[in-house]
T-cell receptor, first 113, second 113 residues
Framework: DGGITQSPKYLFRKEGQNVTLSCEQN?????MYWYRQDPGQGLRLIYY???????QKGDIAEGYSVSREKKESFPLTVTSAQKNPTAFYLC????????????FGSGTQLSVL | DAKTTQPPSMDCAEGRAANLPCNHS???????VYWYRQIHSQGPQYIIH???NNETNEMASLIITEDRKSSTLILPHATLRDTAVYYC??????????????FGEGTQLTVNP
């Protein structure tokens, strides 16, 4: 079945450590996105990518980095510069930046030890 | 994008219709109304979208008022699995879908047995 796979489901980060969240899709979608969700809040856009080797900052990119070396993959690194990383992270994809529907992964819960 | 207003929570009895309202009084003529839902600790799921005509699919119906300032999402026979946060979003079709999708806090629908 086609879909978006995020891993791991739960992740713990120590102070000063970088961690990478995985996002893989087999929907042949061009566009991919990373959102952050805090408890009781809506989704905020971190980064998005329209094509391989290209990506743009969203509304809250500080302290995060991404890469898009393959169409299927869009990993997110939460760096030590992100001082409040505890949140639920969601990856999504769409046919293109003008597609109507976003397809979401099941999310990664990141917590700081 | 136009701002939307939704009630924070609603209850519905299992098997009955769930009617979720959304106000978007500042909507412009080329802005579409989209609905997504998010079951706890999962990624949001696309439900339906429309411009001015009523829309129906296998999941729900969307009723948009003639002046387009409000809409109602209808789940005709709610089940316990429909318990989720429902997001109403207004967006210009054709714009960058991910970067402009502002989810807000939505309506927590609880379906009771």
């Amino acid at each position: 079945d086609g879909g978006i796979t995020q891993s791991p489901k739960y992740l713990f980060r120590k102070e000063g450590q970088n961690v990478t969240l995985s996002c893989e899709q087999n929907l042949n979608h061009d566009a991919m996105y990373w959102y952050r969700q805090d408890p009781g809040q809506g989704l905020r856009l971190i980064y998005y990518s329209q094509i391989v080797n290209d990506f743009q900052k969203g509304d809250i990119a500080e302290g995060y980095s991404v890469s898009r070396e393959k169409k299927e993959s869009f990993p997110l690194t939460v760096t030590s510069a992100q001082k409040n990383p505890t949140a639920f992270y969601l990856c999504a994809s769409s046919m293109g930046l003008k597609g109507e529907k976003l397809f979401f992964g099941s999310g990664t819960q990141l917590s700081v030890l | 994008d136009a701002k939307t207003t939704q009630p924070p929570s609603m209850d519905c009895a299992e098997g009955r219709a769930a009617n979720l309202p959304c106000n978007h009084s500042t909507i412009s003529g080329n802005e579409y109304v989209y609905w997504y839902r998010q079951i706890h600790s999962q990624g949001p799921q696309y439900i339906i979208h429309g411009l001015k005509n009523n829309e129906t699919n296998e999941m729900a119906s969307l009723i948009i008022t003639e002046d387009r300032k409000s809409s109602t999402l209808i789940l005709p026979h709610a089940t316990l699995r429909d318990t989720a946060v429902y997001y109403c979003i207004v967006r210009i079709r054709g714009e960058t879908s991910g970067s402009r999708l502002t989810f807000g806090e939505g309506t927590q629908l609880t379906v009771n047995p």
